[in-house]
């Protein structure tokens, strides 16, 4: 799965930089005095950020238990870093900030490309807004997925029972199969875990959607924030599709960051265990 997985050191970076931000910012004019706060607001989207596509397989609908759903999740999860080798797409990041002392935009339009297993190539197609909001928040942003997609940094964000606790198992058939709501509670009060509600695809045992909270506030100007991510299915994989971060800023103000994920393209692939045909042609790139 795509970022629950969905990744880490940025909550760390962004906070460190916005303290260490603070005081120069403030001797600026008036539209920098908001830097500090985009800067933690963009911390915020290390978790949804890293770690593998899940993997889409066939399953019968009828409702399990909690234990069974969870294990079923992780096992999959765990299988999925053996599947996926590569893939490229694009994303489109937009930055609004409404309060004191101003209004802010900027946003930035990267094509990406992943190869297995902890290795993501970015390049910067366009970029608006303020030149110290591209290269302190945006620039910074992918900067610390990089540093964030090795190996010993995802393992301390993966969606297990190692990392998290899940309660609270319901189940709703629903159109698009994501019939499993969970809730989920992180074991430590970690920046870089998250807390709420996750819904799991009843037949890919893949989460299709996050709505949740940092279990640890990463830095004093960021009062409370919001997290929507979604994921889409692409071939074998689920791939995030869109995340929308709103975050009440202690000044006083709103701040919203928007990831759109599109033009996936899976470069290369293993076919999932037990699935006999190979991934067709239209889901392998040439």
């Known amino acids: 799965m795509y970022a629950q997985q969905k990744t880490t050191v940025w909550w760390r970076v962004f906070s460190q930089v916005a303290a260490a931000s603070m005081t120069r910012h403030f001797r600026l004019h008036r539209s920098t005095r908001s830097a500090p706060v985009l800067l933690a607001l963009a911390s915020l989207l290390v978790p ?43 994303r489109t990041y937009t930055l609004v900030y409404k309060g004191f002392p101003s209004s802010l935009y900027a946003q930035m339009v990267v094509d990406v490309t992943y190869m297995a297993p902890d290795h993501k190539d970015f390049a ?17 942003l992918l900067k610390s997925e990089k540093d964030a997609q090795q190996g010993k940094n995802r393992k301390n964000v993966d969606l297990n029972t190692d ?49 949740a909270q940092p279990a640890k506030n990463p830095s004093f100007w960021i009062k409370s ?59 392998i790139a040439p």
């Open 48 to 90: 949804w950020s890293l770690g593998f596509a899940q993997t889409s397989t066939e399953s019968a609908t009828t409702p399990m238990t909690l234990q069974e759903v969870v294990n079923r999740m992780v096992a999959d999860n765990a299988e999925r870093a053996k599947l996926l080798g590569s893939y490229r797409g694009t």
């Open 124 to 140: 910067v197609v366009s970029r608006t807004g303020p030149k110290w909001m591209q290269d302190q928040v945006m620039m910074r």
């Open 163 to 211: 990392n998290y606790t899940f309660s609270n198992l319901e189940y709703h058939a629903a159109p698009d199969h994501c019939s499993y709501e969970l809730t989920v509670q992180p074991k430590s009060p970690s920046k870089y875990l998250y807390r709420g509600n996750i819904w799991v695809n009843d037949r890919a045992f893949a989460v299709c959607r996050i709505q």
């Open 225 to 283: 924030t919001n997290i929507s991510h979604s994921y889409e299915q692409v071939g074998q994989f689920w791939l995030p599709q869109k995340n929308v971060s709103v975050s009440a800023i202690r000044i006083g103000g709103r701040a919203t960051l928007t990831i759109q994920y599109e033009n996936y393209k899976i470069l290369s692939a293993k076919p999932w265990p037990g699935n006999l045909a190979a991934l067709s042609q239209h889901e």
